[in-house]
């Protein structure tokens, strides 16, 4: 009976906030919706106000941040989710790692599994009140953590990036203290900093969506920002993701105004293979072309991933939607592989990030891959290249600036 509640009352939460988005994107109409999005308004007067302040008093110096004495980069987002920052940040710590840095990545692990609450307890008894040391997902060696323990992205870097630490702990100035002291890096990545001012970073990287900047231009309850857009102006590099290479001067104009000296620089999110989900075949993107194919996802921006396959050539007959980071129940994946049979579909596709929360258990009916996505830049590849100069060779970085000046 208890469980049959608990069900009852989690799918009921789970469609409140499928609500709450679609309200936020205006995908609602009517009384409800317009009251709703009044509330929503009204909260997001007030955490406009905490928002502020919390950047004024760090400003100001009232609150300080904590130097590790190692360098920081940030790599973040203005808005909830949906700007592809997975893949370049991946980008940037290979192309530190390559050029000799030792590099952690510090991550909050988002809907990561938290320590069960009775390990907390005797953790405190044990240790005399010590906090818990941070995860470890990757020791640059080897992957520790599955992708419940660490969080969907932090899990994805730390399989695709051997070489790199990927650490993850919500006080990122105790996670990079640890990775100093314990591997002694020299280079912290903060994943999804831009919002984490204890940490001062020496080069921000803003990522901004190029098909959707700012949403609603509303903050957080009512739209997708997490802070105003002229907060834009702590960026060192601005970072223009999904863009199709065409000019928006609109929107450079905008970044210009509140942000003078940042460098811009354009790329895109490019499909680069099909690889089986618990399997190790792998498949040229021309196999798309002309298959009955069906995807399914839980992200922030489903319909790019689905335009995807379509102008890859494959005739996508079934889609399913879920949550961004949607942890799929079995009954859930049982309903899509009934439904992706009766289509009589020739395989199934999902994100890589979606692909991470499938269980390794999974024997699929019918074929299912995930498509692969890297990160090119299409205008701006020396100003990313002296990023990465500033950071592996600042004297010679500081050489260039100085010539070009």
Not at 84 to 89: C, D, N, R, S
Not at 133 to 158: C, F, I, Q, T
Not at 272 to 289: A, H, I, P
Request: one cysteine or more; glycine letters at 8%.
């Amino acid at each position: 009976m208890l469980k049959k509640l608990s069900a009852i009352v989690k799918d009921r939460l789970y469609r409140f906030e499928q609500y709450t988005v679609d309200v936020i994107y205006g995908r609602r109409s009517g009384r409800l919706a317009a009251v709703y999005g009044a509330f929503l308004h009204l909260n997001s007067l007030l955490y406009n106000g905490i928002v502020q302040v919390r950047v004024w008093l760090y400003r100001k110096r009232i609150l300080h941040d904590q130097p590790l004495g190692c360098l920081v980069v940030v790599v973040g987002n203005l808005t909830v989710g949906g700007t592809g920052k997975t893949p370049v940040v991946e980008k940037f710590a290979r192309s530190l790692a390559e050029r000799g840095r030792r590099v952690a990545i510090l991550s909050r692990g988002y809907k990561s599994k938290s320590e069960p609450l009775w390990h907390q307890w005797w953790r405190r008894i044990s240790h005399g009140g010590e906090p818990p040391p941070p995860k470890v997902v990757s020791d640059g060696k080897n992957v520790l953590l599955d992708s419940e323990n660490a969080g969907d992205e932090p899990y994805m870097l730390a399989r695709n990036l051997p070489g790199v630490l990927v650490i993850v702990d919500k006080n990122r100035v105790k996670s990079g203290s640890y990775a100093i002291r314990k591997y002694g890096v020299d280079t912290l990545i903060l994943d999804d900093g831009y919002q984490y001012l204890p940490l001062k970073g020496r080069l921000n990287l803003l990522l901004i969506d190029k098909t959707n900047p700012f949403g609603n231009e509303r903050l957080l309850p009512r739209g997708i920002l997490r802070e105003p857009i002229k907060h834009m102006k702590r960026a060192s590099y601005v970072f223009l993701t999904k863009s199709d290479g065409q000019p928006d001067g609109e929107l450079e104009d905008l970044i210009r105004h509140y942000n003078r000296n940042a460098e811009i620089i354009e790329c895109a999110h490019r499909p680069s293979y099909l690889q089986q989900v618990n399997g190790t075949d792998r498949m040229e993107l021309d196999s798309l072309k002309g298959r009955r194919v069906g995807a399914f996802s839980g992200i922030a921006t489903p319909d790019s991933f689905e335009s995807f396959l379509r102008e890859l050539g494959a005739s996508v007959l079934f889609t399913k939607r879920f949550l961004d980071h949607h942890r799929f129940t079995e009954k859930e994946i049982e309903d899509i592989f009934r439904q992706a049979s009766a289509a009589s579909l020739d395989f199934l596709v999902t994100t890589e990030k979606d692909a991470v929360r499938i269980s390794p258990d999974l024997h699929p009916p019918i074929p299912l891959y995930y498509l692969r996505l890297e990160i090119e830049i299409i205008d701006g590849i020396n100003d990313f290249e002296e990023a990465v100069s500033r950071i592996c060779f600042p004297e010679l970085a500081r050489k260039t600036a100085f010539g070009r000046a």
